[in-house]
Nanobody, 128 residues
Framework: QVQLAESGGGLVRPGGSLRLTCEAS????????MAWFRQAPGKPREFVAG???????????KYANSVKDRFTIGRYQSPSAIYLQMNSLEPEDTARYYC??????????????????WGQGTQVTVSS
Protein backbone atom coordinates (compact mmCIF):
# COMPACT_ATOMS: atom_id res chain seq x y z
CA GLN A 1 0.00 0.00 0.00
CA VAL A 2 1.45 3.37 -1.04
CA GLN A 3 0.91 6.24 1.38
CA LEU A 4 0.70 9.83 0.14
CA ALA A 5 1.61 12.72 2.44
CA GLU A 6 0.33 16.16 1.45
CA SER A 7 1.30 19.49 2.95
CA GLY A 8 1.24 23.21 2.23
CA GLY A 9 -2.41 24.21 2.36
CA GLY A 10 -3.66 27.26 4.22
CA LEU A 11 -5.41 30.59 4.06
CA VAL A 12 -4.22 33.14 1.50
CA ARG A 13 -5.54 36.43 0.13
CA PRO A 14 -6.67 36.74 -3.51
CA GLY A 15 -3.65 37.21 -5.74
CA GLY A 16 -1.40 35.34 -3.33
CA SER A 17 0.57 32.14 -3.72
CA LEU A 18 0.84 28.73 -2.06
CA ARG A 19 2.89 25.62 -2.75
CA LEU A 20 1.44 22.19 -2.07
CA THR A 21 3.71 19.16 -1.70
CA CYS A 22 2.90 15.47 -2.03
CA GLU A 23 5.35 12.67 -1.29
CA ALA A 24 4.68 8.99 -1.91
CA SER A 25 6.04 6.27 0.38
CA UNK A 26 7.02 4.16 -2.66
CA UNK A 27 10.39 5.34 -3.98
CA UNK A 28 11.70 2.37 -5.95
CA UNK A 29 9.45 2.34 -9.01
CA UNK A 30 10.91 3.49 -12.32
CA UNK A 31 7.60 5.03 -13.45
CA UNK A 32 5.23 7.36 -11.67
CA UNK A 33 2.07 9.18 -12.53
CA MET A 34 0.80 11.72 -9.99
CA ALA A 35 -1.83 14.43 -10.02
CA TRP A 36 -3.69 17.03 -8.03
CA PHE A 37 -7.46 17.11 -7.84
CA ARG A 38 -9.64 19.46 -5.82
CA GLN A 39 -13.13 19.43 -4.40
CA ALA A 40 -15.12 22.40 -3.17
CA PRO A 41 -18.19 21.95 -0.93
CA GLY A 42 -21.19 20.81 -2.96
CA LYS A 43 -19.14 20.31 -6.12
CA PRO A 44 -17.64 17.22 -7.76
CA ARG A 45 -13.95 16.46 -7.54
CA GLU A 46 -12.11 18.06 -10.44
CA PHE A 47 -8.73 17.61 -12.07
CA VAL A 48 -6.19 20.37 -11.52
CA ALA A 49 -2.83 19.17 -12.85
CA GLY A 50 -1.04 15.93 -13.58
CA UNK A 51 2.49 14.73 -14.21
CA UNK A 52 4.13 11.51 -15.28
CA UNK A 53 7.76 10.52 -15.56
CA UNK A 54 10.23 7.69 -15.48
CA UNK A 55 13.78 7.47 -14.22
CA UNK A 56 15.09 8.24 -17.70
CA UNK A 57 12.50 10.68 -19.05
CA UNK A 58 11.65 14.33 -18.68
CA UNK A 59 8.52 15.38 -16.85
CA UNK A 60 5.26 15.30 -18.80
CA UNK A 61 2.50 17.57 -17.56
CA LYS A 62 -1.14 18.43 -18.15
CA TYR A 63 -3.31 21.19 -16.68
CA ALA A 64 -6.96 22.05 -16.36
CA ASN A 65 -7.79 25.14 -18.42
CA SER A 66 -8.90 26.98 -15.28
CA VAL A 67 -5.40 26.88 -13.77
CA LYS A 68 -3.15 26.93 -16.82
CA ASP A 69 -0.69 29.86 -16.64
CA ARG A 70 -1.29 30.22 -12.88
CA PHE A 71 -0.35 26.81 -11.46
CA THR A 72 2.78 24.75 -12.07
CA ILE A 73 3.22 21.08 -11.26
CA GLY A 74 6.77 19.88 -10.76
CA ARG A 75 9.02 17.25 -9.25
CA TYR A 76 11.42 17.36 -6.36
CA GLN A 77 14.68 15.43 -6.48
CA SER A 78 13.06 12.69 -4.40
CA PRO A 79 11.91 9.97 -6.85
CA SER A 80 8.26 10.24 -5.92
CA ALA A 81 7.52 13.76 -4.66
CA ILE A 82 5.71 16.51 -6.52
CA TYR A 83 4.60 20.04 -5.84
CA LEU A 84 1.86 22.31 -7.07
CA GLN A 85 2.93 25.94 -7.18
CA MET A 86 -0.21 28.06 -7.16
CA ASN A 87 0.08 31.73 -8.09
CA SER A 88 -2.53 34.46 -8.63
CA LEU A 89 -4.96 32.55 -6.44
CA GLU A 90 -8.65 33.38 -6.75
CA PRO A 91 -11.54 32.75 -4.36
CA GLU A 92 -12.77 30.14 -6.87
CA ASP A 93 -9.62 28.11 -6.11
CA THR A 94 -10.88 27.48 -2.58
CA ALA A 95 -11.19 23.72 -2.15
CA ARG A 96 -9.67 20.67 -0.54
CA TYR A 97 -6.76 19.58 -2.71
CA TYR A 98 -5.98 15.88 -3.07
CA CYS A 99 -2.86 14.17 -4.35
CA UNK A 100 -3.33 11.02 -6.42
CA UNK A 101 -0.72 8.57 -7.65
CA UNK A 102 0.09 5.43 -9.61
CA UNK A 103 3.42 3.62 -9.69
CA UNK A 104 3.05 3.14 -13.43
CA UNK A 105 2.04 5.19 -16.45
CA UNK A 106 -0.99 4.94 -18.67
CA UNK A 107 -3.94 6.42 -16.79
CA UNK A 108 -5.81 9.28 -18.40
CA UNK A 109 -4.34 12.17 -16.35
CA UNK A 110 -7.60 13.97 -15.69
CA UNK A 111 -9.65 10.88 -14.78
CA UNK A 112 -9.87 10.33 -11.02
CA UNK A 113 -10.87 6.63 -11.19
CA UNK A 114 -7.58 5.91 -12.94
CA UNK A 115 -5.51 6.61 -9.85
CA UNK A 116 -4.91 3.85 -7.34
CA UNK A 117 -3.62 5.85 -4.37
CA TRP A 118 -5.00 9.00 -2.76
CA GLY A 119 -3.94 11.33 0.01
CA GLN A 120 -6.17 12.72 2.74
CA GLY A 121 -6.21 16.18 1.19
CA THR A 122 -5.10 19.63 2.30
CA GLN A 123 -7.39 22.66 2.55
CA VAL A 124 -6.74 25.78 0.49
CA THR A 125 -8.83 28.83 1.29
CA VAL A 126 -8.55 32.02 -0.76
CA SER A 127 -10.27 34.90 0.98
CA SER A 128 -9.72 38.51 1.91
Amino acid sequence: QVQLAESGGGLVRPGGSLRLTCEASERTSKNYQMAWFRQAPGKPREFVAGAWWSTYSTLNTKYANSVKDRFTIGRYQSPSAIYLQMNSLEPEDTARYYCAANVHWGATPESAPGYEYWGQGTQVTVSS
